[in-house]
């Protein structure tokens, strides 16, 4: 069975051949179909790989609390009682009534006019505390990260992420150098390894005087307070209870914003089973439409070639034959379908990433199911067709003209 189905594969290629528009606008359906199942996916994974590139450099342990200045204008503009911001002593409170949390780490982020020999722009530097490299899990690419007696010292030192230290010396070697901010020097005395979130880091010590002068009004001593819990299952319970607690220590005014980045990946992970029913939908619709075209002309080549069937039953071809031969030239159509597609649907990707600046990602594994279904179509919709074939009477089919 199997070999002779091979057999009526090569028939049946060179059979569809003759008529090649007319092959070729039976299959626009599938091709169509297969291409939007590579696009769309490919789209899919990408926005899915940028979300968790996202989620994974905030780190999965972490919850973090985001001051919001804007909350505290609004509530002094109506004349309520509002605090400093979030402080420290608000994260030494958090951690201390909750044991969940393992480290606390803060962030002091600020605008600086920043110069070295051959760059001059106004860029972000983060003033970190102590702990923050173990929280957000940092390493040297080259050099060294911040010491104790960095913060003890009040040393003017900084860290840069591996794309700002390529701007910043284009032309020299950035582990030794120096960086003005705002005038004042700071030596370079580590490059970060890459890790997503930390490229265009420019980080100095937290008390570094610099972060604290020409406060603007409503501005907090911190700006981001960062909680490290020993446990990702305890952070959901937690979260609630770390949020009560600053609520509490700001009068009831929420000037503050709570990111958990467990809760973004589970909602992700949602958002992404939700697209993914959609597509499937979507292309089902589509390899749906285009299994009714290969139907439809698979029929109409019944009809049209009913006296050469007569013919071959006449000479010995059994009705198995004339199913597999029928079977085969729908799979032959799919499957030229599935191929097309598949190079439509790669091309059509790199046209969207190219355009938008999108992130893609093909799986091979889309790419699989996509021609999988693609044959599967022919299967099921040349089935049909091919039956009818094999049941014509021989006698009446040699009559017909």
Not at 5 to 11: A, R, S
Not at 251 to 256: H, P, R, S, V
Not at 259 to 280: G, H, K, Y
Request: hydrophobic share 45%.
């Amino acid at each position: 069975m199997i070999l002779r189905f091979i057999k009526y594969l090569g028939v049946s290629r060179r059979t569809l051949l003759e008529h090649k528009m007319r092959s070729f606008l039976t299959i626009l359906g599938i091709i169509f179909g297969v291409a939007a199942v590579i696009a769309m996916t490919a789209i899919g994974e990408g926005a899915k790989e940028a979300a968790l590139k996202s989620i994974q450099q905030m780190g999965i342990q972490n919850v973090f609390v985001n001051d919001r200045p804007q909350i505290r204008e609004s509530a002094h503009n109506k004349g309520r009682y509002i605090t400093d911001g979030i402080a420290r002593s608000d994260i030494e409170y958090a951690g201390a009534i909750l044991p969940a949390v393992g480290l606390t780490a803060s962030v002091k982020e600020k605008e600086f006019f920043l110069q070295t020999e051959s760059f001059q722009s106004v860029e972000p530097v983060k003033g970190v505390s102590k702990a923050y490299a173990d929280v957000m899990e940092l390493d040297p690419e080259e050099g060294r990260l911040f010491m104790s007696s960095d913060y003890d010292l009040n040393k003017k030192v900084c860290l840069l992420g591996v794309e700002v230290a390529a701007r910043l010396f284009s032309r020299s070697r950035p582990l030794g150098s120096r960086i003005r901010l705002n005038s004042i020097s700071y030596t370079v005395v580590g490059l970060l390894a890459d890790r997503p979130g930390s490229e265009n880091a420019i980080l100095v010590p937290a008390n570094t005087p610099l972060l604290y002068e020409k406060v603007a009004p409503f501005e907090s001593p911190i700006t981001t307070a960062i909680f490290h819990f020993n446990q990702t299952d305890e952070i959901h319970a937690s979260s609630g209870l770390l949020k009560a607690a600053f609520q509490r220590r700001h009068a009831g005014l929420e000037d503050f914003e709570l990111i958990v980045p467990e809760a973004l990946l589970r909602q992700q992970e949602r958002t992404q089973n939700i697209f993914n029913s959609i597509m499937l939908l979507i292309t089902a619709i589509s390899l749906l439409v285009g299994g009714i075209g290969i139907m439809n002309i698979m029929l109409a080549s019944v009809m049209e070639r009913t006296k050469e069937i007569g013919i071959r039953l006449g000479v010995g071809a059994t009705k198995t034959d004339i199913r597999i031969q029928f079977l085969a030239e729908a799979v032959v159509l799919t499957s030229a379908g599935g191929v097309i597609g598949i190079v439509v649907g790669v091309a059509l990707t790199r046209i969207i990433a190219m355009s938008t600046g999108w992130e893609t990602h093909i799986p091979l594994m889309a790419i699989f199911v996509a021609f999988s279904f693609s044959v599967l179509i022919g299967v099921i919709f040349g089935y049909y067709p091919a039956k009818n074939a094999s049941e014509l009477n021989p006698i009446e089919a040699l009559r017909y003209e």
